[in-house]
């Protein structure tokens, strides 16, 4: 394998970690890394954070330096994305859209997600997604001159814009379609939380309600919602979500499950095709599970380099998220929903840490500003109580004393 061909299509967090890891395991072939986008792999993580507050002109966190590139020979081709996928059993042939034609003994698709929108409002330039850098800088520019934003969901990303604008001085409404605010969190406790802290900034909510229309007049947006309320905005920022970018896997007939299926290797159902990232759905035991996080998308990365060059896969680490809102920084590590039983542990300092557990194994965390648990709890997930379960209440225990390494 070490003199074959790797294409993969998709230039940021999991194709970036999969180019630099083949390298690093050894693979001596071409490797090219094709984006989309016209800016070289960053970090998405701070365009919903720093990006938007930062006094400064803020510059893109690159995943690997200029250099990298150079002293691993991996070959970058920006603002080119790949049109077409067709292999012969062999080999693949790519049709990019600046018109040139690759071949390649091995792809990877690492093409991750798009922001969803809503049909039922108009395209205008005030009405934001905010998936890449060059979102980022549009949604940051609007901010900077705006009185009033309306934000539609509150999952991660919605949640961090909506603290981003209002700590900019922005008056800020939230949208969401469930009953509860945070709806995906799993820890009522750390929603309530969070809440709380909105609610000090001035932040509203509006749950049980979607947006049914849009006008958009010289002054603002007019919003209408299904409660027949009516709100008037500067500007909108859709977060209700990614849809994953699964249809070079779909020309090729690649199976699909809400993502590219891969098997624990991150291969998919055509051989020498594989998938790794926000775009990847992986079957672990009887479920299927598809992350939307920085860190998995990197180990990803790794992973699918290892299965390329043909070394055996590594245990992949406990799922983990992070988000920062105002102050505070959720965690949430692990699958919090698989566990049966819940145990909360409140520090003196503000923290908050649910701890859920399904018999004796700690199967996820979900945590506000608790930095030291979560750092053990990222090693210690899937790991079996040594003590009873109360025991993870108390506050001065660290946790590495109450669960053994798994
Ligand atoms: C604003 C924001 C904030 C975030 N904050 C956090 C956070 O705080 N913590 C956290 O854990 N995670 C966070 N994430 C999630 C994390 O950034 C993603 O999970 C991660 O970037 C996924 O990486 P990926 O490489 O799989 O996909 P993506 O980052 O989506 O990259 C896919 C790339 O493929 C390109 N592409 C798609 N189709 C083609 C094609 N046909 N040809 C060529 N290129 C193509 C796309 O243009 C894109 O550049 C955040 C994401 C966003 C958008």
């Avoid at 609610?199 to 409660?227: E, K, M, N, P, Y």
Wanted: charged fraction near 20%; glycine fraction near 10%; proline fraction near 5%.
């Amino acid at each position: 394998m070490s003199g074959a061909s790797v294409a993969i299509v998709g230039a940021s967090t999991a194709g970036a970690a999969a180019a630099y890891a083949l390298r690093a395991e050894g693979h001596e072939g071409p490797v090219v890394l094709i984006g989309a986008e016209q800016t070289a792999p960053y970090e998405r993580p701070p365009l919903s954070k720093d990006v938007l507050t930062s006094a400064d002109d803020p510059q893109p966190l690159w995943l690997l330096t200029p250099d990298t590139y150079v002293s691993t020979n991996i070959e970058l081709r920006l603002g080119a994305a790949v049109t077409s996928l067709e292999t012969d059993g062999s080999r693949f042939r790519l049709a990019l859209a600046d018109g040139a034609r690759l071949s390649a003994d091995t792809v990877v698709l690492a093409t991750g997600g798009r922001a969803r929108r809503l049909d039922v409002l108009p395209a205008d330039p005030r009405i934001h997604v905010l998936r890449t850098w060059a979102d980022a800088q549009a949604l940051r520019t609007q901010l900077r001159a705006a009185d009033r934003a309306l934000v539609l969901g509150s999952g991660l990303i919605g949640a961090e814009c909506a603290a981003s604008a209002s700590s900019q001085g922005v008056e800020v409404e939230v949208i969401e379609a469930q009953h509860v605010p945070f709806p995906s969190l799993p820890s009522h406790e750390v929603r309530g939380a969070l809440l709380r802290t909105f609610a000090q900034h001035g932040v509203t909510f509006r749950t049980g309600v979607t947006v049914t229309g849009c006008q958009a007049g010289s002054d603002g947006l007019i919003v209408s919602l299904s409660d027949g309320n009516v709100i008037e905005t500067d500007l909108i920022v859709i977060g209700i979500g990614v849809e994953p970018m699964t249809g070079l896997a779909d020309q090729l007939g690649a199976e699909t499950q809400r993502g590219v299926l891969v098997d624990d290797r991150m291969r998919t159902s055509v051989p020498g095709l594989f998938a790794a990232g926000d775009v990847a759905t992986r079957r672990i035991g009887d479920r299927l599970v598809r992350h939307e996080h920085f860190a998995s998308a990197q180990a990803q990365g790794a992973a699918v380099a290892r299965s390329v060059v043909g070394l055996d896969p590594v245990a992949p680490p406990a799922a983990w998220a992070w988000s920062d809102q105002f102050t505070h920084r959720l965690d949430v590590v692990g699958d919090p929903q698989g566990g049966t039983e819940r145990r909360l542990r409140r520090g003196d300092d503000g923290s908050l840490v649910e701890f859920s557990l399904a018999g004796s194994r700690l199967v996820g965390v979900t945590a506000l500003d608790a930095h030291r648990t979560v750092r053990d709890a990222r090693r210690l997930i899937g790991g079996v109580l040594r003590a009873p379960a109360e025991g993870l209440e108390g506050n001065d225990v660290p946790l590495k004393q109450l669960v053994s390494t798994p």
